[in-house]
């Protein structure tokens, strides 16, 4: 497999600018600090996914096109690639976990793509997408484990230094499998990354500090983060986050609920619990913030139910 | 007084441009047909009035600025005028329903103004208002009938055009006391503008039919939009807009609550009543949607107990 690159991320960021306007860089007061927040869960399909899935998917040659593509994924990545794929016209297969959010199926049914069920935990989600391409045929398209996605997420890094007129001093990025944080790591290299992960899925900042691989225990925790619940991080993104990323931080659920809540009241914007996990760990003061700080706001996808649940809770 | 002028706006959009980002302009699909929003939500006070309030404010003498400002307002102009005063260093104090969302009196506390509380119905907050002034002196930033307030309301359209390149087909403008929609038919004279009123609180169509001021009844219904509830147009709002806008449209509770879900779930975004009115009109068909359409969502300021009832609610 071929590693992205600094200049991958740039071509990606040109192509992803010509469809899509950037998403807004707002300013935000935490404690007693003013930064950032990039309002990534404005994009069409609510999530920073569509980036990857664009510039993958555009680069396809026209007979890897013909024969579709297919995709593991929660739910974000899904949209991702059922809009780029809609858009290109191409056949996409998506394995979802039975369990993910109402709104995501149904938002990446309405996009046209087929979407085939599998149980969490249980079955391998790897091994359903394999053996779903061995019967048919078509494109993996990884949802983090991909060079072109990794390349895709790390537009935003592009942006993000266009909007503030210089890289950032860090980056705080909810972190599932590692594509943003990977990919923002090429667009900004004089910028900190740091992957803000679920408690005890935090499969990344383990594998960082291990040096390899580490598969998530079998009995990891309950998260709220349906989002960021990779059995593993992938060796491209490992390779890249080694030597670029802090330490990994983690957050709970009811630091990420009080997160979903300062955006509601602050910021008025629907973050999913996911996507606040990087505002979750700046409120709780896990990480020294400065004006020049970026907090990531990845995904918006939740149920209304969820919601109105979340903003009646104190926890 | 003076009237507010094509001029005034656009110097308006250049002292708003120089301290605060575009708010984005955002793709919808209503129906079938793909037009856009722009989500004055996003503005840090969570509502366009900082346009207003801020051009006003600004262009005060320092003889003016020295004595303070006096504002009414039900919250979103109340934030604008104490968000533009903490920044110029004037006091600036604000009549307030006692029955305002509790977010936003506690917002514009928080920003440094005093709260001068009147009963809605009973006391006439303009009068509140103006003994205010006879005590204490300062000047009156009305929340709608004053030429910078329109002027600087007229702002949102200049960067519209900016953003859309070009003026658009058409602007709905949620609709209180005109403020916004006459800064917009002023910035945007290629448009047609659309104001949309709560049912029973539709001064300004009722103005524009009648040719004259029209007082709301004392028996007026009850609206959850509390952001669109003045009493009565006022004559420069008046005079712009009945050759300018388009006959007004009113929404109901039921159609308001139902723009704010599709606000959640499609554009993740947090949209009060009194800020969802224009969507509301465009969702319920009341108004010939095309490409080049653009709806004003006006405000985010809601208490959380009321947005969690609304999502929980199917009317």
Not at 107 to 132: C, F, K, Q, S
Not at 192 to 207: C, F, K, L, R, S
Request: some cysteine; charged content about 20%; overall charge negative.
């Amino acid at each position: 497999m071929r590693m992205p690159t600094r200049e991958g991320v740039i071509e990606a960021a040109e192509k992803v600018a010509a469809i899509l306007p950037p998403t807004p860089l707002l300013p935000v007061r935490i404690g007693n600090t003013r930064c950032w927040v990039k309002a990534e869960t404005l994009q069409p399909v609510g999530a920073f996914k569509i980036r990857g899935a664009w510039h993958r998917l555009s680069a396809l040659s026209e007979e890897e096109k013909a024969r579709g593509v297919v995709a593991v994924s929660s739910g974000n990545h899904a949209q991702g690639v059922a809009w780029a794929a809609a858009r290109l016209g191409i056949k996409a297969a998506i394995v979802m976990p039975r369990d993910a959010p109402r709104v995501k199926l149904q938002a990446t049914h309405a996009l046209g793509a087929e979407i085939v069920l599998y149980e969490r935990p249980g079955e391998d989600r790897d091994e359903v997408a394999a053996r779903l391409i061995a019967e048919r045929g078509g494109t993996l398209v990884h949802a983090f484990g991909d060079p072109w996605v990794i390349e895709g997420q790390g537009s935003a890094g592009i942006e993000i230094t266009q909007q503030l007129g210089r890289q950032p001093s860090q980056i705080l990025a909810c972190c599932g499998g590692g594509g943003l944080a990977a990919g923002l790591a090429l667009a900004c290299p004089d910028s900190a990354i740091v992957p803000v992960e679920p408690e005890g899925w935090d499969m990344v900042g383990q594998a960082m500090a291990a040096g390899e691989i580490v598969q998530v225990a079998d009995d990891a925790p309950k998260t709220i983060c349906d989002a960021l619940q990779p059995p593993a991080t992938k060796p491209v993104n490992l390779s890249i986050l080694k030597d670029r990323a802090e330490p990994g931080v983690t957050v709970d659920d009811d630091e990420v609920r009080a997160a979903q809540r300062f955006a509601f009241s602050n910021l008025h914007l629907v973050v999913e619990p996911g996507g606040a996990a990087a505002l979750a760990a700046a409120l709780a003061g896990k990480v020294p913030l400065d004006a020049d700080t970026v907090i990531m706001l990845t995904g918006g996808n939740t149920d209304a139910e969820s919601f109105a649940a979340m903003l009646a809770s104190t926890g």
